[in-house]
């Protein structure tokens, strides 16, 4: 059985190997969806939603609203940023892609099976990791 929750957040990020606009330190809506598995208990459930929606809100959705995502090897914005805002440090490039990587890493971590992570970095264009 698989089960799916729909998130929302804002996130600024920057590409520093892109050649175009996606290295200047911009934001998005990002919507998230998460999709889990499993197999469902006597009562005929795999996880109570509400259980479900607090593990991704505290290990990911709380994480990355309103932050800004800085890849460890960024010179200027790990030299630049004011880091008393409020920010996240990924070992990699924060693209639509690894953002769906760290998001299922984070879940798997935090107990979840995960199937599937999709995230939406604007209403045209997403990126889908599948387990
Ligand atoms: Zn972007």
Redesign the pocket.
């Known amino acids: 059985m698989e089960l799916t929750k729909i998130f929302s957040f804002d996130m600024a990020?920057?590409?520093s190997f892109h050649k175009g606009k996606?290295w200047n330190l911009?934001?998005?809506t990002y919507r998230l969806e998460v999709t889990l598995t499993g197999d469902e208990d006597e009562n005929g459930m795999v996880i109570d939603f509400n259980e479900m929606k607090k593990i991704i809100m505290d290990n990911v959705v709380d994480v990355l609203d309103h932050a800004t995502v800085i890849y460890k090897n960024d010179e200027l914005l790990m030299s630049s940023f004011p880091m008393e805002l409020h920010h996240v440090i990924f070992p990699y490039e924060p693209t639509a892609e690894n953002l769906c990587k760290w998001c299922s890493d984070r879940l798997e971590e935090a107990g979840l099976t995960i199937k599937q992570v999709v995230i939406w970095?604007t209403p045209s264009s997403k990126a889908v990791y599948t387990k």
């Open positions: 990020h920057r590409l996606c911009h934001g998005h970095e």
